[in-house]
């Protein structure tokens, strides 16, 4: 009999689906019913890899239910790519759920900051968490209907800004710091995407003094504290680990090198 | 089969040691096995003060391997002593890994570890790729070779004194020898390569430290044939690694001469890898009609 919390074993794909736009892919493993949290990740590496890749690659949680543990990820490179040849019945070799999440504040707006793929660990988030409180601006680039934005709009207050050409990047950029200026002493954002957003977000909530957190995408080979390949530098200077000590940082905490 | 080894005045429950800086100070594992269970834990190089480390990015992964620019970052040996050891299983054999820039602070810190009832062995890393001082122009030059590991021993008490060797020499025989002469107890080998990425959009090195050491698959058949070099020419217990992640990688090792073994890009393929490995090696062996170590060590047939 396996612990449903057993830190690391081979679960089965369950399902393997390239989004409309083949460059994301959403994955179902068989995971019987975890406690993780939204902002959480896991570290996954195909059964079958061998020798070539060594490294596993971190994902967020994007939900974990009764149908398995889910992740969107979309393709950049040589892991992601072989990951999303993955077919039903593989086995994948996962370790979770890992670090630290987004933390609500029941009390006051949370205002969710999500760039492209940014979003994946706020499905989880929407589902569980549904509260007055709660709200989502989405960045994106493709259309849509390639992001499980649905899933997160038919259930808190959401709206999406596509970005195109520079323009709309700047325009995206006003949109961001006006919401961040308006939650200053009031409440918090919640953030997620590249890290170009990241540094923005992080730059209107020190100017307007908003509270908020922001989730970093740094390298990683272990993702249990070990290597220190994935440190993040805090303002006071330290580099802590990203893994263990993140993903998921206050925005005062951590110094994005901007 | 008994799986016990015996290096010396250090005895270990099975010859599978995990590497330094792939295993943290080993409590990052303990949600994915019993420590006690490993031949070892060699810990994170540990120096007197705390180093920051160098900037990111550290890592970087290649084919059949990976390069690292970690640069050593430690938190100093009294933290160290004061909140990790302490929570390292009892019945754990632990090897530090001491990093400094001058004999005289190898030997201090081999003088204060010496008074750990629960370090069991001192591995000296001259070998370090990453660091601009110290380092690896102590394991470059039989000389500074000579000179730390006097300084280790002459403080070390009765911790037997393990010294780590760099494959980035002409002749790794000449420092193996130097540090022997000088009062090595055991050698292990391999550290990693010296090595390089770079992005052809970017025009950058993949890391911020331009080069970086390379450990993993890629280095097997380097480490292999350097511990078949230093076997052969020194009389002190030699630890194997480089590239190590199966069973029979580890067989391997020891069928050219090693007592031992330490995995360490291996970890990061898995975390309850090394744990994996102790029972995998066991089976192995059984199947293959291995009696002990002793008479399967060094059966190589040149
Ligand atoms: C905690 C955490 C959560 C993550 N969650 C998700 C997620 O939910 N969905 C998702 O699609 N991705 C997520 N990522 C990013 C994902 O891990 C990387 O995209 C993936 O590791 C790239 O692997 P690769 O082999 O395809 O790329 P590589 O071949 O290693 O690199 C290809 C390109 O991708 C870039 N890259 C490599 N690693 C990262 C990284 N960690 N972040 C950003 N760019 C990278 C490289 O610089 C390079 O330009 C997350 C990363 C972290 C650390
Ligand atoms: C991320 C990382 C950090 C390392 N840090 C140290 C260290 O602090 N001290 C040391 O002696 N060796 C260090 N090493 C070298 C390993 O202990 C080992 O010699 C090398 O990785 C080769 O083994 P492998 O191919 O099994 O990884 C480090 C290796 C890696 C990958
Ligand atoms: S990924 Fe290894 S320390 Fe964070």
Known sequence: MIDSQTPCRDLEVISCTPAKDPSLVDLVLSAPGWTCKPGQFVMIRPAHWGAELVWPRPFSVCDVSDQGLRIIFQTVGRGTR???????????????????????????PNLILAGGV?????????????????????????DLEHYPYAEIADRIKSEAMQQKTMADIAEFETVLSERIKALAGVGQVL????????KVVRKYCLLHGTDGQVSLENRMACGVGACLGCVGKTVAGDYVQSCVHGPVFDVREIDLGD | ???????????????????????????????YGDLSALGGICLKGISLAPRAGNPMP?????????????????VGVEKFLKEKLPYIPADTTVIANLYAQTPEDFGELAAIFSEEDKIAALEVNISCPNVREGGVQFGQDPHMASAVVGAVKKRAGSKPVIVKLSPNVTDVRVIAKAAVDAGADMLSLINTLSGMAVDIRTRKSRLANVVGGLSGPAIKPVALRMVHQVVQSVNVPVIGMGGIVSAEDVLEFILVGAHAVQVGTYNFMRPDNAFRLVEEVRVLAESLGIASWDDYRGTLKV
């Open chain 2, 1 to 31: 089969m008994d799986q016990t080894v015996k290096l010396g005045s250090l005895t270990l429950k099975n010859p599978v040691i995990t590497a330094s800086g792939t295993f943290g100070y080993g409590l990052e594992f303990m949600r």
């Open chain 1, 82 to 108: 072989r990951l999303a040849e993955l077919v039903s019945g593989q086995k994948v070799t996962v370790w979770g759920p890992l670090g630290r999440w987004f933390r609500i504040d029941e009390a006051r």
């Open chain 1, 118 to 142: 940014g979003i994946a660990p706020f499905v989880m988030l929407a589902r569980r968490e549904k509260t007055d409180n709660l709200s989502m601006l989405f960045g994106h680039r493709l």
């Open chain 1, 191 to 198: 953030a997620c995407g590249p890290e170009p957003m990241l």
């Open chain 2, 58 to 74: 550290r890592i970087a992964e290649t084919p059949c391997g990976m390069l690292n620019a970690i640069g050593l970052q430690n």
